[in-house]
């Protein structure tokens, strides 16, 4: 079952299968992006979440810094349909082309106010094309969770001059083996900047030091 019938169900019993957050981001690379908001509290620029899904990670993460008086803008972006046709085509994974599509701006919205997230932008739209701007000026955090290598790629080319000086991106699902492409993406990028990759978790990590 794809698309709308999905969608649809899931809003029908949403105060049912959403009592909790839908964190799809494993436990040990949550804790790192929350400590890396924490650790880039007083590095000038908004956070930013590509690739959010149903907002869950933006819900805890933006209440966490509700919490410990971070003020900054956090904004989750995502297409809220999916993977876009050619990137799954670019990396030949036909198999994951509609996951993530049941989804809507509408039930993230539903997902983000019900778990602290009231203050959490939602931005639609695919990283590799959304128009610049819809990005911040400045960034002090990224957490970059788009899964394949042309959205990675070109999603960190575009990120990283926005960046502050002591800003982090982290770049999640870069392990080895399974369909994800991440890694191809994170490490086409860091060879063109002559930097080695950076592991920590399966995220790849890349700070902007000036």
């Avoid at 993530?100 to 094309?129: C, M, Y």
Wanted: aromatic share 8%; net charge neutral; glycine share 10%.
């Amino acid at each position: 079952m794809f698309g709308p019938a999905k969608l649809a169900i899931k809003n029908v019993i949403r105060p049912l299968i959403y009592r909790y957050p839908p964190i799809m981001i494993r436990p040990e690379r949550l804790l790192l992006w929350k400590q890396t908001v924490i650790d880039t509290a007083d590095v000038p620029g908004e956070v930013i979440e590509v690739g959010c899904y149903l907002g869950g990670t933006s819900a805890v993460t933006a209440k966490m810094m509700a919490n410990l008086g971070i003020k900054k803008k956090y904004s989750a972006y995502d297409t809220f349909s999916g993977f876009v046709e050619n990137q799954v085509k670019t990396d030949n994974a036909a198999s994951v082309q509609h996951h993530f599509s049941a989804n809507s701006p509408k039930l993230t919205r539903w997902v983000l106010n019900r778990h602290g997230g009231e203050n959490v932008a939602i931005i639609q739209g695919d990283i590799a094309s959304l128009p610049d701007t819809d990005l911040p000026d400045a960034l002090s955090a990224c957490l970059l969770d788009v899964d394949l290598s042309e959205p990675i790629y070109l999603g960190l080319k575009r990120i990283l001059p926005r960046l502050s000086a002591g800003g982090i991106i982290l770049v999640d699902d870069c392990e080895d083996g399974g369909w994800y492409k991440a890694r191809v993406g994170y490490e086409q990028y860091m060879l063109e900047l002559g930097q080695p990759p950076l592991y920590k978790y399966g995220m790849g990590i890349l700070k902007k030091s000036n």
